[in-house]
């Protein structure tokens, strides 16, 4: 019966998330049915959670009934929406397929095998690894027990918790889970990790399969699932893969709206999905300044004359839907004073950061190690520094270079965190070094997809 | 560039199966999973918390009224408190740390006694409760 709840709850994501995709592309199909379906799933755990969130504000207690009703209106405009058009746009048509038949079957049987491995790893224990109870569980607990946001929550309860400034959508997602099981089941509860990477796969081949053949796609979705460090963080109870996972989708659908602008629902669910990151771990934050970085870039280089004015349309819609996802949060960390412990922004000045140099040496010591080290990463990290030696006339080329720049900008962000942290470096590097990795990896992998078409007939 | 890519490859798969065998297999991974599948959740959180451990806190969670404060002292040893800490905190949750606290968990030390506290439960010689007098 647990598992049914389980099984509904996840789909009450998916439900949620597809409502909000429907309205956003319901003028012009901008995603293939399964793009929809595993972008959904994030996107249906963000909007939910932001909606409990809001429930702090209102003042009133969380209920399952109550957190579904505005996704069964937004279904009913959706309907309305639907017959109104009479029928369903066709869905975007992903060109391509056949290949390799051993090789698919080979490639298939290595996602499913390391996919069914991550289920099994994240459901056969309950919550127990640090981060994941420290921080994030024993929030999902005090809310749950609660059976609300408190008034007194941050600025009381939160503070007997490690890092109370850490965002709360996975919490107030294990909160959810708890409160449509009826219980604190912190074992079904893991259930959202796996899924999460089965979602990011899932987008991962598709997103390829815009652009190459099924055992193309399905070579570098292998290659994804198979990383040792990819696959444990989908087990854990961390939210590096869920941040991975928005930073991911928020990335690559704004690659694709760099290719054909006329598609702006794609620039919205990039937005939508970099507030998410934000709302999911603070890093994410930094992600939605590379992208709106990666936004400037492609307006300062592609400007023509008479769209000035709908690129900063573009812009400030961008910057505006981040701002609107971000704002309550940003509101309560402001209003009850929940100060980050690593990282001091007033220590964000170029004096401060040239005074550090010594500490450059250390943080090359550190990825050099997770890059040579094939125990966590196989051989991705030296296949990539080989690519990039080897490319390197290419990686800056019309449909590559905004990935390219996503992968610098992404390492540049952490040596910066690196560089101005106030914790001590060889702690916060020891303890973060591999972590911060897997958030822009998925990134890589379709970097590599995107740079090898030419290389790979396959 | 092909057969480079092919060989990378190649060595990408041997290394997969390497680390899938020695994820499973070395880590004790395996022993650990047979253990799991076959306890409820509560026997579940009693494994990853260490079993004597667990008892301790079950003990305490029975006999601390809801929204106590508590403290630890615990002989570290060879194990690495710092983990199990956290999980009893979370476990013991709405039961909160204190530096002033109604009660003190004893873990693995032996004749702990603090003036102003009385044996309130025990499990045995190395794990009970004290409980400051006059606080319940």
């Given at each position: 019966?647990?598992?049914?709840?389980?099984?509904?709850?996840?789909?009450?994501?998916?439900?949620?998330?597809?409502?909000?995709?429907?309205?956003?592309?319901?003028?012009?199909?901008?995603?293939?049915?399964?793009?929809?379906?595993?972008?959904?799933?994030?996107?249906?755990?963000?909007?939910?959670?932001?909606?409990?969130?809001?429930?702090?504000?209102?003042?009133?207690?969380?209920?399952?009934?109550?957190?579904?009703?505005?996704?069964?209106?937004?279904?009913?405009?959706?309907?309305?929406?639907?017959?109104?058009?009479?029928?369903?746009?066709?869905?975007?048509?992903?060109?391509?397929?056949?290949?390799?038949?051993?090789?698919?079957?080979?490639?298939?049987?290595?996602?499913?095998?390391?996919?069914?491995?991550?289920?099994?790893?994240?459901?056969v224990?309950?919550?127990?690894?640090?981060?994941?109870?420290?921080?994030?569980?024993?929030?999902?607990?005090?809310l749950?027990?609660?059976?609300?946001?408190?008034?007194?929550?941050?600025?009381?309860?939160?503070?007997?918790?490690?890092?109370p400034?850490?965002?709360?959508?996975?919490?107030?997602?294990?909160?959810?889970?708890?409160?449509?099981?009826?219980s604190?089941?912190?074992?079904?509860?893991?259930?959202?990790?796996?899924?999460?990477?089965?979602?990011?796969?899932?987008?991962?081949?598709?997103v390829?399969?815009?652009?190459?053949?099924?055992?193309?796609?399905?070579?570098?979705?292998?290659?994804?699932?198979?990383?040792p460090?990819?696959?444990?963080?989908?087990?854990?109870?961390?939210?590096?893969?869920?941040?991975?996972?928005?930073?991911?989708?928020?990335?690559?659908?704004?690659?694709?709206?760099?290719?054909?602008?006329?598609?702006?629902?794609?620039?919205?669910?990039?937005?939508?999905?970099?507030?998410?990151?934000?709302?999911?771990?603070?890093?994410?934050?930094?992600?939605?300044?590379?992208?709106?970085?990666?936004?400037?870039?492609?307006?300062?280089?592609?400007?023509k004359?008479?769209?000035?004015?709908?690129?900063?349309?573009?812009?400030?819609?961008?910057?505006?839907?981040?701002?609107?996802?971000?704002?309550?949060?940003?509101?309560?960390?402001?209003?009850?004073?929940?100060?980050?412990?690593?990282?001091?922004?007033?220590?964000?000045?170029?004096?401060?950061i040239?005074?550090?140099?010594?500490?450059?040496?250390?943080?090359?010591?550190?990825?050099?190690?997770?890059?040579?080290?094939?125990?966590?990463?196989?051989?991705?990290?030296?296949?990539?520094?080989?690519?990039?030696?080897?490319?390197?006339?290419?990686?800056?080329?019309?449909?590559?270079?905004?990935?390219?720049?996503?992968?610098?900008?992404?390492?540049?962000?952490?040596?910066?965190?690196?560089?101005?942290?106030?914790?001590?470096?060889?702690?916060?590097l020891s303890?973060?070094?591999?972590?911060f990795?897997?958030?822009?990896?998925?990134?890589?992998?379709?970097?590599?997809?995107?740079?090898?078409?030419?290389?790979?007939?396959? | 560039?092909?057969?480079?890519?092919?060989?990378?490859?190649?060595?990408w798969?041997?290394?997969?199966?390497?680390?899938?065998?020695?994820?499973?297999?070395?880590?004790?991974?395996?022993?650990?999973?047979?253990?799991?599948?076959?306890?409820?959740?509560?026997?579940?959180?009693?494994?990853?918390?260490?079993?004597?451990?667990?008892?301790?806190?079950?003990?305490?969670k029975?006999?601390?009224?809801?929204?106590?404060?508590?403290?630890?002292?615990?002989?570290?040893?060879?194990?690495?408190?710092?983990?199990?800490?956290?999980?009893?905190?979370?476990?013991?949750?709405?039961?909160?740390?204190?530096?002033?606290?109604?009660?003190?968990?004893?873990?693995?030390?032996?004749?702990?006694?603090?003036?102003?506290?009385?044996?309130?439960?025990?499990?045995?010689?190395?794990?009970?409760?004290?409980?400051?007098?006059?606080?319940?």
């Amino acid at each position: 019966m647990e598992t049914l709840k389980l099984l509904i709850a996840v789909c009450i994501f998916i439900f949620a998330g597809w409502n909000i995709l429907y309205l956003i592309s319901s003028k012009k199909n901008i995603l293939c049915f399964w793009e929809k379906i595993f972008a959904a799933y994030g996107l249906g755990i963000g909007f939910i959670t932001l909606e409990m969130l809001s429930f702090y504000f209102l003042r009133i207690k969380f209920s399952i009934g109550l957190i579904i009703i505005p996704w069964v209106f937004l279904f009913l405009i959706n309907s309305v929406i639907y017959f109104k058009k009479g029928g369903r746009a066709a869905d975007e048509i992903i060109p391509g397929s056949g290949g390799n038949i051993v090789l698919n079957i080979f490639l298939l049987s290595g996602i499913m095998i390391e996919t069914i491995y991550a289920f099994f790893r994240a459901l056969v224990k309950p919550m127990e690894s640090y981060d994941a109870v420290a921080i994030y569980a024993i929030k999902a607990k005090a809310l749950y027990l609660a059976g609300s946001i408190p008034g007194n929550f941050f600025t009381g309860t939160i503070n007997l918790f490690a890092h109370p400034d850490y965002p709360l959508n996975i919490p107030l997602c294990e909160t959810f889970i708890y409160l449509f099981l009826g219980s604190l089941n912190d074992q079904l509860v893991k259930i959202i990790f796996p899924l999460y990477f089965a979602g990011l796969l899932g987008l991962l081949y598709f997103v390829i399969r815009r652009f190459a053949g099924r055992t193309y796609a399905l070579l570098f979705t292998f290659l994804l699932a198979a990383i040792p460090q990819f696959n444990a963080y989908a087990t854990n109870g961390y939210l590096d893969l869920p941040l991975a996972y928005y930073c991911f989708a928020s990335a690559v659908f704004l690659f694709i709206w760099f290719e054909d602008t006329s598609k702006a629902g794609l620039l919205f669910i990039s937005a939508v999905m970099a507030g998410l990151a934000g709302w999911t771990k603070n890093e994410g934050l930094m992600y939605c300044i590379i992208n709106i970085s990666l936004i400037a870039i492609f307006f300062v280089t592609n400007r023509k004359k008479g769209l000035v004015k709908r690129y900063f349309i573009y812009l400030s819609s961008y910057i505006f839907t981040i701002f609107a996802i971000s704002l309550p949060w940003l509101w309560i960390k402001v209003s009850a004073h929940l100060v980050n412990s690593e990282i001091n922004l007033s220590n964000l000045t170029p004096w401060y950061i040239l005074s550090q140099y010594r500490r450059v040496w250390p943080i090359i010591y550190e990825f050099q190690k997770q890059f040579l080290g094939p125990k966590k990463w196989n051989i991705i990290w030296m296949i990539f520094i080989f690519l990039l030696i080897v490319k390197f006339k290419k990686i800056f080329s019309k449909d590559i270079r905004y990935a390219t720049l996503f992968i610098f900008f992404s390492f540049g962000g952490y040596v910066l965190i690196y560089m101005i942290t106030s914790q001590d470096l060889a702690w916060h590097l020891s303890s973060t070094g591999s972590r911060f990795l897997i958030h822009f990896l998925p990134v890589v992998i379709y970097w590599m997809a995107l740079l090898l078409k030419k290389d790979l007939d396959i | 560039m092909k057969t480079i890519l092919k060989l990378a490859f190649i060595v990408w798969i041997v290394l997969w199966m390497i680390f899938f065998i020695r994820e499973l297999f070395l880590k004790n991974n395996f022993k650990d999973y047979k253990i799991l599948l076959s306890r409820t959740l509560e026997g579940k959180q009693s494994y990853v918390t260490v079993d004597k451990f667990y008892e301790l806190l079950s003990l305490c969670k029975k006999n601390m009224p809801e929204g106590s404060t508590y403290a630890f002292r615990v002989l570290e040893g060879n194990f690495d408190w710092s983990i199990y800490k956290t999980r009893a905190a979370y476990y013991l949750y709405p039961d909160v740390e204190s530096d002033d606290p109604q009660f003190i968990i004893v873990y693995n030390e032996p004749n702990v006694m603090k003036e102003g506290y009385r044996i309130y439960g025990k499990l045995d010689d190395n794990r009970y409760l004290l409980n400051k007098i006059g606080s319940r």
